[in-house]
């Protein structure tokens, strides 16, 4: 089955700057990657995801890169600001057919004001 | 989009006893999912509940330690049987609208076990 590593754990930055995290993945029939942000004592919510049929995407202070030869994945968050303070999860899966995403072990994002 | 709803959002219960969440979502979709977040963790895939069928369990979960339903595409529950210490976690809904979209999930039940 497909197998999610992502790093760092803790990401601590002052605000303003730019916070990357980065994940891999072993199955390279996976085609769909989302990423989930999770608030204290919050459901996670897609915050962005990419397909395998593109190499970045962008939505305002948020981009997603992906490199399908090296099977990682990264999402970029620029102009951080306290309210992203959050935990982040990369997943991946199959679409189509059995959807079972597999998640990450999640990124602790702190921005100090 | 779906909203799904859960409850309860949170009980303490004794050891050995069980309880049962529910999920209901506002919409049709095609596949619902159990998840577990232990404190601090990451999300793992306890079954995904199937319509009028047997769940279909991942490895490390059971039927008998975790009986789920869904006999319709908007309702689901989950059962924590014979519950011990251990089991005190987050128990998550999650919906999928359409195979390879959006997961949308529950807010959450927060279970301890004394």
């Known amino acids: 089955g497909e197998n999610v590593e992502q790093h760092p754990s803790t990401l601590s930055v002052q605000e303003g700057d730019s916070a990357v995290i980065k994940c891999t993945y072993s199955?390279?029939?996976?085609?769909?990657f989302p990423w989930y942000k999770q608030e204290l004592g919050k459901r996670p919510q897609l915050i962005i995801d990419?397909?395998?049929?593109?190499g970045e995407k962008k939505d305002q202070r948020i981009a997603v890169t992906l490199n399908k030869t090296a099977k990682h994945f990264s999402l970029h968050i620029t102009e951080t600001q306290p309210e992203d303070s959050a935990v982040y999860f990369c997943?991946?899966?199959?679409?189509?057919?059995?959807?079972?995403?597999?998640f990450g072990r999640g990124t602790s994002l702190i921005v100090h004001p | 989009s779906a909203v799904i709803s859960q409850k309860p959002s949170r009980d303490i219960c004794q050891r050995g006893t069980s309880l049962t969440i529910q999920c209901q979502v506002d919409?049709?979709?095609?596949?619902m999912f159990w998840y577990r977040q232990q404190p601090g963790q990451s999300l793992t895939l306890i079954a995904t509940?199937?319509?009028?069928?047997?769940?279909?369990?991942e490895s490390g979960f059971v039927i008998d330690k975790f009986p789920i339903s869904r006999p319709n595409l908007t309702f689901s529950t989950l059962t924590v049987s014979n519950m011990s210490p251990e089991d005190s976690s987050i128990y998550l809904c999650?919906?999928?609208?359409?195979?390879?979209?959006?997961?949308?999930f529950g807010e959450g039940s927060r279970l301890t076990v004394l």
């Open positions: 509940a199937n319509q009028g069928s047997e769940a279909t369990y």
């Open positions: 990419i397909r395998s049929n593109v």
């Open positions: 997943a991946a899966n199959l679409s189509g057919g059995s959807y079972i995403p597999t």
């Open positions: 199955d390279s029939a996976s085609n769909y």
């Open positions: 919409s049709q979709v095609t596949m």
């Open positions: 999650s919906a999928v609208q359409r195979s390879g979209g959006e997961l949308f």
